[in-house]
């Protein structure tokens, strides 16, 4: 990979990192503006086999997302620069505020953050629209997704997310029967199934060795315990803080009161979900977690995830040639149309758009955007 690659790749992540807000389902409507409609870095039909496969796994699925976009661009130097692109952001912005947490006021980046709320809403409306004409070209589909907006709008349960996908899977073979397996097709990656292989047998091991790590002292008690989170966790961002209150507000590790802060503040961030862990991983202890428990904690939560979709994804062509797996994902595509449907209603639009004006710019920007397109 060159450096101009390398550079592309880094600017387009970095911007996507400091501006993506409205949580990880909404990170998939920029994706798809970012890479499809404007980069043509793939075409819609890739990013949806990829975004299906991304759904499947546990871990963080936009950047599960992200990272292989920069593996297929760019290697696996690619890929690590996007992920760091991405996160870091918001890594840096938690730390600063576990650090700092008791000193910061906060009130003067109100107004800064309503407006990027309001983008947010203008660039995932726009990514609905534009995923919806991809994803949802039937009407069974389009009832999947219509069902899966629903029970997430009238659902406040954090395994939401994972009911929805899970039933876009069982029903797709149902309802789907347009979609059939496209022999022949894979994604153009700079290793083969052997690398493959090994990568899921390092991801089970560090797995099997985190659940036995029951009494290990210190950060690699909390390493483990993060990796568990990692690779548990299915349905995105918002479903992996319960599971960590549980790893690290059960054993004592951090108080109740300063993780809630933490989940406060992530939900305003760009980038992530997952970026929580820096907060938690700098506070753990009473803030004995420091700077290198922030990057133990980050580094053990986004690892199962990326070795997973790495490890899988010399094995997609084999896979996405079956007409089952292939009903499966167009299923697993059209909820995930209602997913980033609910997402735009709250928190984007619930959270940022209180009266006339904020609408009138909302629905300027969208209408911009929408002829920018054509």
């Not at 990979?1 to 949580?23: D, P, Q």
């Not at 890739?46 to 759904?55: E, I, N």
């Not at 997704?145 to 997310?161: D, G, H, K």
């Not at 989170?229 to 054993?251: I, K, N, R, S």
Request: glycine fraction near 14%; proline fraction near 5%; hydrophobic fraction near 55%.
């Amino acid at each position: 990979m060159n450096w101009t690659v390398a550079a592309e790749i880094g600017t387009a992540f970095l911007r996507l990192g400091i501006s993506s807000f409205g949580g990880p389902i909404a990170h998939l409507g920029y994706f798809h503006r970012e890479f499809v409609d404007r980069r043509r870095w793939l075409d819609a039909d890739q990013f949806a086999q990829l975004l299906a496969l991304c759904q499947f796994l546990p871990g963080p699925a936009s950047s599960q997302l992200g990272f292989s976009l920069g593996l297929l661009r760019g290697g696996w130097l690619g890929a690590v620069i996007a992920l760091v692109a991405f996160t870091l952001p918001s890594a840096i912005l938690m730390f600063v505020l576990a650090v700092c947490s008791a000193h910061l006021e906060g009130s003067w980046l109100l107004g800064p953050i309503h407006v990027l709320k309001l983008v947010a809403v203008v660039v995932v409306a726009q990514g609905v629209i534009s995923m919806a004409r991809t994803l949802t070209p039937d009407a069974p589909r389009i009832a999947l997704a219509v069902a899966a907006a629903a029970f997430c709008v009238f659902s406040n349960s954090p395994l939401t997310q994972l009911a929805v996908i899970a039933g876009g899977a069982i029903l797709g073979p149902l309802v789907c029967r347009r979609a059939a397996g496209r022999s022949g097709e894979g994604f153009a990656l700079p290793y083969g199934r052997p690398t493959g292989t090994v990568l899921l047998l390092v991801f089970g091991t560090l797995l099997g060795c985190a659940v036995a790590t029951g009494s290990a002292p210190g950060l690699l008690h909390a390493a483990a315990a993060f990796y568990r989170c990692g690779a548990l966790v299915f349905g995105g961002g918002h479903v992996v803080l319960p599971l960590l209150q549980d790893a690290v507000v059960g054993p004592g590790w951090i108080d109740t009161d300063t993780f809630l802060a933490g989940y406060g503040a992530v939900q305003a961030m760009p980038g992530p979900m997952f970026s929580i862990s820096a907060f938690l991983g700098e506070r753990l202890w009473g803030g004995g977690g420091g700077a290198l428990g922030a990057a133990v904690s980050l580094l053990a939560i986004f690892l199962p995830g990326l070795l997973l979709i790495a490890g899988t994804l010399p094995f997609w062509k084999a896979i996405s040639a079956r007409d089952w797996a292939a009903r499966m994902m167009a299923g697993v595509n059209a909820v995930v149309v209602g997913l980033l449907v609910a997402a735009l209603y709250n928190p984007l639009w619930t959270s940022a758009v209180h009266g006339i004006v904020d609408f009138g710019f909302v629905a300027i920007g969208l209408a911009l955007l929408l002829g920018a397109r054509r």
